[in-house]
């Protein structure tokens, strides 16, 4: 049975065997050079290699035909299932680095890399890479005088890096079901790294003989020769294949603040505030528009140039005469009190006719009060679709306060984090309405019964738009604020310790209490919005924010006691 039910299995047995074996081994030599009396330069030469080997088998079965013999001889065969993975991955690198430091005032750095990895496909398998960064401590120049300032610092980068595709991106896949073979993914012999350039420049300064420091960063990444899984057409056989298909521009500010704020002999008070926000589009697109998403979960993402990273589309439901088709006259339709735009005829909310037929919409006939879906226009084509963008995954901004006490032997260190501006599909809601065991069912019982709504209307918040698939009542805010992590320590010195029999002997006693996610602060209405599934063709539970049924992050109480000898 998929759900509770009476029906008895005989047996299950399920055995499982995982094996990963990584090696990293590198040489390096250095080299230390006075070229003058205030330059400086240290270059080095490396040689990095990396092997991993990884080991899955896993054997499942049910029904057993005697009991007490848990085999897997002793089960019906046709209830044997097996499968197993293989995957070795080789890569290697050469570097040469190489840093010029001249009158304690500029900073030059370069970097010359070539790597390997049998991650891309056989005629490309060697790429090379380069950085070259500069900063200026203005702050050390003669005609910098700026009171209250002590250090300030231009900086500027500009390096390449390469991204790795899945281990089966570069093969050709299958699936194998009840002795069928059905193709998957095409193979790609010319699969490259994505290819990343990243222009950064910042400045850092320190204020008030250091009790103020400050970091600020601008980056700009454009990522080209993205590794995409572009769909394939009928005649190949294929429903995909991996290829290089897209650019990718990504924008980043980072903002860090440090405080000293009180400084005594016995106690100390610091702060910290980090900052950061980040935006991502594609910007080209070398193979007609196709939609993709996490395994499991439908195609929720859109790729296609000028689209931000992380939109999920899906169904609207009608909450204004906007959402209305352009055919749909307005009249008789109003906004009811659950935000939704139903068709009522022109009577009141408290006069139900709950069952009476309204006008066609989308091509079916609307129900007096109950949910419909709506449209929107499509930004590339300007027609009319139910596919439309109902939020984005990725954060407006993300913003982290903490502070360190310390009080002779007693520290006491909190953080707060708070994430804003992101969407989380919300499935397990939605599927509670397809089950009717969400709360919006359990109206007033005490209620007049003019004021109740038929089990229909609620269904209708399930089946509206399609099902289980994203909507836009079930893709919903997930800003959160967390109080992330309270510690409270304290350390026993040796002088404390000293008239204490059989602890005299000890350097020093450390006990600390730790506790880590204690509360959060959201309108979400799941368990928790800071969840997310990898996998499929997204890869990243950061862009592909999914509720899908996992535990919360939980919240835990860590002890220790740490004694020095």
Request: aromatic content about 14%.
């Amino acid at each position: 049975c998929t759900e509770p039910c009476s029906t008895r299995t005989p047996g299950t047995l399920w055995q499982e065997e995982r094996r990963d074996e990584a090696l990293n081994a590198s040489i390096t030599a250095s080299g230390r050079f006075k070229l003058s009396d205030q330059v400086l330069n240290t270059t080095q030469v490396r040689y990095l290699y990396e092997n991993d080997d990884y080991h899955h088998s896993r054997t499942s079965g049910y029904g057993f035909a005697v009991g007490d013999v848990p085999t897997f001889t002793n089960m019906n065969q046709d209830n044997l299932q097996a499968r197993s993975d293989l995957q070795t991955v080789r890569a290697d690198g050469y570097f040469l680095l190489t840093n010029f430091d001249m009158y304690d005032k500029y900073v030059v750095d370069g970097l010359i890399r070539n790597d390997g990895s049998s991650l891309f496909g056989a005629d490309q398998r060697r790429q090379w890479y380069y950085r070259i960064a500069g900063a200026w401590r203005l702050g050390q120049e003669d005609f910098f005088n700026i009171p209250g300032i002590d250090e300030f610092k231009l900086r500027y980068a500009i390096g390449t890096a390469g991204g790795r595709p899945r281990f089966e991106a570069q093969y050709e896949t299958y699936n194998v079901n009840g002795g069928i073979i059905s193709p998957v993914t095409l193979g790609n012999r010319d699969l490259k790294p994505e290819f990343s350039t990243e222009h950064e420049a910042g400045l850092d300064m320190s204020m008030l003989n250091s009790k103020i420091t400050a970091s600020l960063t601008y980056a700009f990444n454009t990522t080209k020769d993205q590794i995409l899984p572009v769909p394939q057409p009928s005649y190949t056989g294929f429903e995909s294949q991996w290829r290089n298909a897209g650019t990718l521009e990504s924008k980043t500010w980072e903002a860090t603040l440090d405080f000293r704020l009180l400084e005594r002999k016995s106690f100390n008070w610091n702060a910290k505030l980090l900052y950061d926000h980040t935006t991502s589009t594609i910007t080209e697109l070398t193979e007609p528009p196709f939609v993709y998403g996490p395994s499991g979960y439908g195609s929720v993402f859109y790729a296609r140039p000028g689209e931000r990273v992380g939109t999920y589309y899906g169904g609207i439901f009608a909450r204004g005469c906007a959402d209305l088709p352009a055919a749909v006259s307005c009249d008789g339709f109003q906004v009811n009190d659950d935000g939704f735009l139903v068709w009522t005829g022109g009577s009141a909310f408290d006069n139900p006719q709950w069952g009476t037929s309204g006008p066609p919409v989308n091509g079916s006939t609307v129900k007096w009060g109950t949910p419909f879906a709506g449209v929107c226009t499509d930004r590339t084509t300007g027609e009319e679709t139910r596919t439309c963008p109902i939020g984005n995954t990725i954060p407006n901004y993300n913003l982290g306060i903490s502070t360190t006490v310390t009080y002779k032997g007693l520290n006491l260190y909190a953080l707060v984090n708070r994430s804003a501006g992101f969407d989380v599909y919300n499935q397990p809601l939605q599927w509670g309405f397809f089950k009717r065991a969400t709360h919006p069912y359990d109206q007033d019982p005490n209620a007049p019964v003019n004021q109740k709504k038929p089990l229909g209307y609620y269904d209708a918040w399930y089946s509206g738009t399609g099902g289980l698939v994203p909507s836009n009542e079930f893709v919903e805010d997930g800003s959160f604020t967390k109080l992330r992590e309270v510690s409270l320590s304290y350390r026993f010195r040796q002088e404390q310790l000293a008239g204490v029999p059989g602890l005299n002997r000890l350097q020093g006693i450390g006990i600390s209490l730790t506790g880590r996610n204690l509360f959060t602060w959201t309108n979400y209405r799941g368990y928790d919005p800071e969840t997310g599934v990898s996998g499929g063709d997204t890869g990243s539970a950061a862009v592909a924010r999914v509720d899908g049924y996992s535990y919360p992050n939980f919240r835990t109480w860590t002890t220790a006691l740490e004694l020095i000898f």
